[in-house]
Structure formats: C-alpha cells, structure tokens
C-alpha cells in the first residue's frame, strides 16, 4: 500500500485548503481512511477518519471546521479545512487501516503552515 499526500501549503488565518490523499496498492473499500498531524516533539493526533460506511470521526480540536470524505472509486481521502487557525500549524499525514488489521499505513506528510 502507497500513500501520496497532496495540497498542503501557507495560508493566513481564517483560509482554508484541501489536503488530497490518493492510495494505490492491494485496496479495499473496507479500509478505514484519516488524517492524523503532528506537531515537533509530539506525538501523532487524529484530525480526522472515515470508514467504508461514511462514517467520521473527528478530533475535538477541528470539529466544526474540518470534513473529510472519500472517493472510492478513486481510492482518494480528502481534507477540506477550513476557518484556519495557527494552531493547525502541523505535519498532516494521511493513514489507511485495512478492516481485519490493526496496523496502519502512513503517507509521507504534508506541511500546513497558518500564519497569523
């Protein structure tokens, strides 16, 4: 399994991106998709995940501000982030978790950066 994170970027306070995830290899609609980030010296957080289903979960800090969704067909996992803040300042990892596994395969990280 590959993951190709896309669209991260500087934007001022207030703005918005969209991260783009697009994954390749063995698979499955199944797979339960997300965005993690991590600030220096932390550890991984959840932004948020989706599963086959549609449904989310989504880390307390971004509700209201961030959606994920997927394209299965497409095998792409999308950010839309918006009402930026510079505390969303981070490392943004996409993730895919097989269903009958409990490990996870990781994107090579896109940089947000929100000035204030």
């Known amino acids: 399994v590959q993951l190709q994170a896309s669209g991260g970027g500087l934007v001022q306070a207030g703005g918005s991106l969209r991260l783009s995830c697009a994954a390749s290899g063995r698979i499955f609609s199944t797979d339960v998709l997300g965005w993690y980030r991590q600030y220096p010296g932390k550890q991984r957080e959840l932004v948020a995940d989706i599963n086959s289903g549609g449904g989310t979960n989504y880390g307390d800090s971004v509700k209201g501000r961030f959606t994920i969704s997927r394209d299965n067909a497409k095998n792409t996992v999308y950010l839309q982030m918006s009402s930026l803040k510079p505390e969303d300042t981070a490392v943004y990892y996409c993730?895919?978790?097989?269903?009958?596994?409990?490990?996870?395969?990781w994107g090579q990280g896109t940089l947000v950066t929100v000035s204030s």
């Open positions: 993730s895919l978790k097989p269903e009958a596994l409990s490990r996870y395969y």
